[in-house]
């Protein structure tokens, strides 16, 4: 069983960047052909795709974010880490990762909620 879980810290100040990282357990990041992604759900909207990082380590990311997300990994730790810089109050989302297979979804996290505020 594939178990994701995020971490990072749950207030961020505005212009600073948010860093959050999933610790994958119960399969490797590396496994053909699975992609390893970042979604956030804003306070009253839908789910938000941010980017991905896939089995051989190329990334993807939405253009929404205008050039501010990166995504990377460290194989040795088995964990993906999202990087979203200049963060304003309308960041303010609960972040999830999720493993992509075709890019479908097939499992999450349980989320992380993040607030930018002063």
């Known amino acids: 069983q594939v178990q994701l879980q995020e971490s990072g810290p749950g207030l961020v100040k505005p212009s600073q960047t948010l860093s959050l990282t999933c610790i994958v357990s119960g399969g490797s990041i590396t496994t053909n052909y699975y992609y390893w992604s970042w979604i956030r759900q804003s306070p009253g909207k839908g789910l938000d795709w941010m980017g991905a990082i896939t089995y051989s380590g190329s990334t993807y990311y939405s253009p929404s974010f205008k050039g501010r997300t990166s995504i990377s990994r460290d194989t040795s730790k088995n964990q993906f880490t999202l990087q979203l810089s200049s963060v304003t109050p309308e960041d303010t989302a609960v972040y999830y990762c999720?493993?992509?297979?075709?890019?479908?979804?097939?499992?999450w996290g349980q989320g992380t909620q993040v607030t930018v505020s002063s």
């Open positions: 999720a493993r992509l297979l075709t890019w479908q979804a097939d499992y």
